[in-house]
């Protein structure tokens, strides 16, 4: 079976709490909500201009130490960026995809009524049973299925998990039935096996997920997902690290590793770094795919 090469899906938060610290402003009155409309424009056409494929919107964050929010509220958020959305996409004809990230089924029906073409949902569609009726219903659009140590998709740090590699194949061998039993399609498929908190409170964990995809690939026969960028399970691989922000060059490692274990898509904070790594490897190593 024949897959694409590594897309990147670019990470945007409309949070004020993201774990990397790159949340946009939610809490506005009527002048910041403008400026902010603006602001978002710009950040969306430099995300397209610096590579992304796909760009990933998120009203709600799922980091460990999170607080869930309301339905309502997420979709407060997310009707703040919509309407720029798909200005931008009528007019400017963005050649990326966009994806909501929401563990909710209402709020990926409203973003698939904006365009949206991926909906990213981190508890794997056991947060909300009326998930894959959503994915099933359009056909033409992505679900990527993750998986996540609590049902809600939410990452903690707890060091509770033992067996992991095997409890995410449980989880897979089970949803992934349980999806298609529902309508889904397997070609609507993308399968992300999660990463740092949301699987273990141990790097070794993640870093045996990473060396595992291409046993992972051959199993499902389906696209894969990975979502190492920041995480804090990457200092496993190095003393030299100032938070979040600062662990670029482990980012890139973690990517490149990725995608020589045969990851179709990144999703990532650092677009520009990224696209300038996959770019400079394919001239590089010419037949490295």
Sequence with gaps: MEFPS????????????????????????????????IE???????????GADVVDVGAESTAPGSESVSVEEEQRR?????????????DVQLPC?????????????????????????????RNDTNMFKVIADNPSIKY??????????????????????????KFFDSQVELALSQGV??????????????????AEDSLEVLRKLPEFRARYQMP?????????FLTKLSRYDFGAKSRIGL?????????????????????????QFLDARKVLRPNAE
């Design 144 to 169: 990527i299925m993750m998986y996540c140590k609590n049902a809600s998709g939410r990452a903690d740090t707890l060091d509770n998990q033992s067996d992991v590699l095997d409890k995410i194949y």
């Design 6 to 37: 590594s897309k990147i899906v670019a990470v945007c938060n409309i949070t004020p709490n993201s774990f990397s610290g790159d949340g946009w402003l939610v809490d506005a009155n009527e002048y910041q909500r403008a400026k902010l409309s």
């Design 251 to 275: 980012s890139m490692a973690a990517a490149l590793f990725a995608v020589e274990q045969g990851a179709d898509y990144l999703r990532v904070h650092d677009v520009l770094a990224t696209r």
């Design 185 to 202: 399609r397997k070609e609507q498929l993308v399968l992300d096996p999660g990463m740092g908190a949301f699987i273990s409170a141990k």
């Design 97 to 125: 995809e966009f994806s909501v990230d929401t563990v909710n089924a209402s709020t990926a029906k409203l973003a698939v009524e904006h365009g949206f073409t991926i909906v990213n949902d981190v508890s794997g569609g």
């Design 224 to 232: 894969v997902l990975v979502g190492a960028s920041r995480k804090g």
């Design 40 to 50: 978002f424009q710009e950040s969306l056409t430099g995300l397209v201009k610096q």
């Design 78 to 90: 997310l009707s703040m960026v919509l309407q720029t959305i798909k200005v931008l996409k009528s």
